[in-house]
């Protein structure tokens, strides 16, 4: 198949074995398809030309302060609640969701409501490069719908959640009766697969198990089973929450055995937060191949508490980085990066033995780490032949941007400065599947 576009320039992404690989000079092909067609030295753009029919004029050089790099993975975020993100910050998890949650998600039963919102949050995700992203809607289905759809309208690759609950004693308005939770479940999932998007696939996601009676969960994890779909959810976000499960399900050992017993932990399941797990837990978790969702922002917006990264790592469970809006108040992967750098250094200056983060593992998660947490890792999360070209180009030098460069920095200093002091800004151009979806076309 001949290629549609070439690069030419300096690459950085992760591979399996290494947290940073920079590629400097190099030369790279995207086919019609929008797969990665080949990776070569620049020194064989010439050979290239001739077996892949292009012309070197065509190649299109990025500047020494440009470099391509992945589009970012979102692995867990409330697309629901955008319209407050950056408020509602004062209250712990339980009443925080009673007071503000529930509120705002249950408005979305007006479409109108539904395509504001909805539409606003994959352009501002997209915006700040996150070509991949695993969204939570709400309880209503054909809202949740309207979100699939919006999201192949932009060309995001995306995961779409109908939220499934039959239990919310205290904003008694906010959930479905079980039989409604699965028939709305199972219509949910029949009508986005029927659409046949080419990036957008249905999750199945209950809320989590305090808002699901045990007879949802058992449902729940037969759709996903008979389905073969993906499994979103949280685990061990906040201590009071934690004790009201074990309350809930005393038959369970733990959090994780109650999603083990219902047939939600399985090798495509991610959940969000994690903060309380223990070791026995977190093995039960690279058993199953089930993955989690840092999301730092949250953790500590919330007060819920601080994820030890590098345990997690230690216990080769899959591991990406979420946002979590609204619990998190940035739309922003970068922030996530940056804030799971700070709370790994936190617990460092709580414990002299604990291993720093470094940027190069934090890069890893928010780009591979993420495709991996999401088993979409054979169709995105870095640069490999025949993966799809999911990628950011990034200008270090963009006029009226926020990064001061300096003679001498090489590629690795420019993406350090990208990752912690840059924004949307240099975000120049945004490609899932090899087409560009920011700028925006003109509609």
Not at 35 to 60: H, M, P, R, Y
Not at 140 to 164: E, M, N, P, W, Y
């Amino acid at each position: 198949m001949p290629v549609s576009t070439v690069y030419r320039g300096t690459l950085a992404h992760s591979t399996r074995d290494e947290a940073l690989q920079i590629l400097e000079d190099f030369v790279l092909g995207v086919d019609a398809e929008g797969k990665i067609a080949f990776i070569e030295e620049g020194q064989n753009v010439d050979s290239l030309s001739q077996t892949w029919g292009f012309q070197t004029s065509d190649v299109i050089q990025l500047e020494q302060h440009e470099f391509l790099m992945p589009g970012m993975v979102d692995t867990h975020i409330h697309a629901s609640q955008y319209s407050y993100s950056g408020t509602a910050l004062d209250l712990p998890l339980l009443d925080w969701l009673n007071t503000y949650t529930f509120p705002v998600e249950s408005r979305y039963k007006d479409l109108d409501y539904a395509r504001n919102v909805y539409t606003k949050v994959v352009k501002r995700t997209l915006r700040n490069g996150t070509t991949t992203a695993c969204y939570f809607a709400t309880i209503h289905t054909d809202a949740s719908l309207l979100l699939g759809q919006i999201a192949d309208d932009f060309g995001q690759r995306a995961l779409v959640g109908k939220v499934c609950m039959d239990c919310n004693s205290t904003v008694s308005y906010y959930k479905e009766p079980l039989k409604e939770c699965k028939d709305e479940t199972l219509r949910f999932i029949r009508e986005l697969l029927k659409k046949e998007y080419a990036h957008v696939k249905p999750v199945v996601t209950p809320r989590f198990a305090v808002s699901c009676s045990s007879s949802l969960l058992h449902t729940l994890g037969k759709i996903a089973k008979n389905n073969d779909l993906h499994i979103q959810s949280h685990i061990s976000e906040n201590k009071e929450e934690v004790k009201l499960v074990k309350q809930l399900f005393p038959d369970c050992k733990s959090y994780t055995d109650v999603y083990l017993k219902h047939d939600l932990l399985t090798d495509k399941t991610v959940m969000a937060h994690g903060c309380y797990l223990s070791d026995e837990e977190l093995k039960i978790f690279h058993e199953r191949g089930a993955a989690i969702s840092h999301c730092p922002n949250s953790n500590l917006s919330l007060a819920s508490g601080m994820l030890n990264v590098r345990n997690v790592l230690n216990h080769k469970v899959k591991l990406g980085l979420g946002t979590d809006v609204a619990g998190g108040y940035s739309p922003s992967m970068l922030d996530a990066l940056r804030r799971a750098m700070d709370t790994s250094k936190v617990l460092s200056m709580q414990d002299a033995q604990h291993q720093t983060l470094t940027f190069e593992e934090a890069f890893r998660l928010a780009t591979l780490g993420g495709s991996e947490a999401l088993s979409l890792d054979d169709q995105t999360g870095n640069f490999e032949v025949g993966k799809d070209f999911d990628a950011l180009r990034v200008n270090m030098c963009i006029p009226g941007g926020p990064v001061d460069m300096f003679p001498g920095q090489g590629p690795k200093v420019i993406l350090e400065k990208f990752l912690n002091l840059g924004d949307d800004r240099n975000i120049a151009e945004v490609f899932v599947a090899g087409r560009r979806v920011v700028p925006f076309p003109d509609l």
